[in-house]
């Protein structure tokens, strides 16, 4: 009996266990593929325009069976396309610049040491370490949220029943959020708080909107900036709640309390921690996370929702973002009348 039983286990669970060995054996060959496309160089060659298989083994010094053969996994990973044997670059590839052409790498060769010692590569939350990092990153971090912007604009119904708002964005970056709100809704404007050094990317994405009248800065550290009182209808909290101890969210959250309207709201857009373990991309995100902070935390939305309650708001209303990076989720809360 015990033995039928072991074997009926086995039976039912294989499919499953074959199911993730083949998705791990995936994954990590799509990885070595990219990677060593970025290192012999067939990125760099397709930037100048389309190429044969032959024109970019030519290039970067390759065969051409090989490389014809790595352009076509390329392809299949959505980095490159191809048409009539000429192979090019996707929108994709023109996001793979810079630091963010590594993928993370930074951080995830650091992760072995991370395990032994407990200290972070970096502390992403201390401006000291960090303004220069983050004004060379935020650019490409807006592009990457677009979506997720446009998302969080059809979620809130922006420019359709929330208009003529004034919205202020907190640790704004490159400002996607709230310009993305305000390109929707023609009578909002736009405050947005951080460092000065971060600010003159999102001055230059206000401009390049058309928005500059309809945008002002606050330069500072949101920990330590003062607001004017009752002054917003909005206050936005994008990427920042994973950054803070719950003790800085619910000081931050007195703070954006007291400079709303009586009817305002506060929307905190993050990534918000899965319970069941279960979403790889929740799970890589706190663990990177981790590497790159001392207090940062990927946070439940009730445990955000209590710290909100705490500073004299309602409980907040969790909303998932169903766009790219498909991780992300927007909680609002208004003032309690």
Same mark, same amino acid.
């Given at each position: 009996?015990?033995?039928?039983?072991?074997?009926?286990?086995?039976?039912?669970?294989?499919?499953?266990?074959?199911?993730?060995?083949?998705?791990?054996?995936?994954?990590?060959?799509?990885?070595?593929?990219?990677?060593?496309?970025?290192?012999?160089?067939?990125?760099?060659?397709?930037?100048?325009?389309?190429?044969?298989?032959?024109?970019?083994?030519?290039?970067?010094?390759?065969?051409?069976?090989?490389?014809?053969?790595?352009?076509?996994?390329?392809?299949?990973?959505?980095?490159?396309?191809?048409?009539?044997?000429?192979?090019?670059?996707?929108?994709?590839?023109?996001?793979?610049?810079?630091?963010?052409?590594?993928?993370?790498?930074?951080?995830?060769?650091?992760?072995?040491?991370?395990?032994?010692?407990?200290?972070?590569?970096?502390?992403?939350?201390?401006?000291?370490?960090?303004?220069?990092?983050?004004?060379?990153?935020?650019?490409?971090? #807006?592009?990457?949220?677009?979506?997720?912007?446009? @998302? &969080? +604009?059809?979620?809130?119904? /922006?420019? =359709?029943?929330?208009?003529? $708002?004034?919205?202020?964005?907190?640790?704004?970056?490159?400002?996607?959020?709230?310009?993305?709100?305000?390109?929707?809704?023609?009578?909002?404007?736009?405050?947005?708080?951080?460092?000065?050094?971060?600010?003159?990317?999102?001055?230059?994405?206000?401009?390049?909107?058309?928005?500059?009248?309809?945008?002002?800065?606050?330069? #500072?550290?949101?920990?330590?900036?003062?607001?004017? @009182? &009752? +002054?917003?209808?909005?206050? /936005?909290? =994008?990427?920042?709640?994973? $950054?803070?101890?719950?003790?800085?969210?619910?000081?931050?959250?007195?703070?954006?309390?007291?400079?709303?309207?009586?009817?305002?709201?506060?929307?905190?857009?993050?990534?918000?921690?899965?319970?069941?373990?279960?979403?790889?991309?929740?799970?890589?995100?706190?663990?990177?996370?981790?590497?790159?902070?001392?207090?940062?935390?990927?946070?439940?939305?009730?445990?955000?929702?209590?710290?909100?309650?705490?500073?004299?708001?309602?409980? =907040?209303?969790?909303?998932? $973002?169903?766009?790219?990076?498909?991780?992300?989720?927007?909680?609002?809360?208004?003032?309690?009348?």
């Amino acid at each position: 009996m015990t033995d039928r039983t072991s074997n009926k286990r086995t039976e039912v669970s294989a499919p499953d266990s074959l199911d993730w060995y083949f998705r791990l054996m995936t994954f990590n060959g799509a990885a070595r593929v990219y990677h060593t496309a970025r290192d012999v160089g067939i990125f760099e060659a397709l930037n100048a325009g389309a190429l044969s298989a032959a024109d970019v083994a030519r290039t970067c010094g390759t065969k051409e069976h090989p490389t014809a053969l790595l352009l076509d996994s390329l392809c299949a990973l959505g980095v490159i396309e191809e048409d009539t044997h000429r192979y090019s670059l996707t929108a994709t590839a023109h996001l793979l610049v810079g630091d963010a052409r590594d993928l993370g790498d930074r951080y995830w060769e650091y992760l072995s040491q991370f395990l032994r010692t407990g200290t972070p590569l970096l502390r992403m939350e201390d401006p000291g370490h960090c303004q220069d990092y983050y004004q060379r990153q935020v650019e490409t971090i #807006g592009h990457m949220m677009s979506p997720a912007a446009r @998302a &969080a +604009a059809d979620t809130l119904d /922006i420019g =359709g029943g929330r208009k003529d $708002l004034h919205i202020l964005d907190v640790g704004a970056g490159s400002a996607v959020w709230s310009l993305t709100f305000a390109r929707r809704d023609p009578g909002a404007r736009v405050t947005a708080l951080d460092w000065p050094a971060v600010l003159e990317v999102a001055t230059r994405a206000a401009h390049h909107a058309r928005l500059t009248r309809r945008f002002s800065t606050l330069p #500072g550290n949101y920990k330590e900036r003062e607001l004017p @009182a &009752a +002054a917003y209808d909005m206050a /936005i909290v =994008g990427n920042v709640a994973h $950054l803070n101890s719950s003790e800085d969210n619910t000081s931050l959250f007195r703070k954006l309390h007291l400079a709303l309207r009586p009817q305002g709201e506060i929307v905190i857009i993050d990534v918000f921690r899965d319970d069941t373990g279960q979403d790889l991309a929740r799970t890589l995100y706190a663990l990177g996370l981790a590497i790159r902070t001392t207090t940062g935390k990927v946070y439940a939305s009730q445990e955000l929702s209590t710290l909100l309650m705490e500073a004299g708001f309602q409980h =907040g209303t969790l909303h998932n $973002l169903e766009a790219p990076p498909f991780a992300m989720g927007l909680l609002v809360a208004s003032k309690r009348r």
